[in-house]
């Protein structure tokens, strides 16, 4: 089955930092693209960040940028997203998902991406 398990989220105080894994199994980890999402309560999903582990090509909202990492370790089929200096605005579900050829394929950009697979969501919270 192919699936994507995710870990890390937690409470933290601003300032702080917390590390999310997303593992994948069932499907070849370099032919799909990984994207990070999060969701609030009440307000449309963003994207945060991306990573082609094919190439390593990455990607950041703005929001983010310098202050989030993302990466990849093809040895374990695993993405993480380093988050650092978190900020009480970046409270939110964060759910990972992958994108393969085709779906990505009429893609504008990898926010626009027809994501194959999601992970189940973990909550992170920042406190003031």
């Known amino acids: ?4 398990v995710q870990s890390g989220g937690g409470l933290v105080q601003a300032g702080g930092s917390l590390r999310l894994s997303c593992a994948a199994s069932g499907f070849t980890f370099d032919d799909y693209a990984i994207g990070w999402f999060r969701q609030a309560p009440g307000k449309e999903r963003e994207g945060v960040s991306y990573i082609n582990p094919k190439d390593n090509t990455t990607d950041y909202a703005e929001s ?24 009480p605005e970046d409270t ?17 950009n990898w926010n626009t991406f027809k994501y194959d697979y999601w992970g189940q969501g973990t909550q992170v919270t920042v406190s003031s």
């Open 64 to 87: 983010v940028k310098g202050r989030f990492t993302i990466s990849s370790d093809n040895t374990k089929n695993t993405v993480y997203l380093q988050m650092n200096s978190l900020k």
């Open 92 to 108: 939110a579900t964060y759910y990972c998902a992958a994108a393969g050829f085709w779906s990505r394929m009429y893609g504008t």
């Open 1 to 4: 089955e192919e699936q994507l």
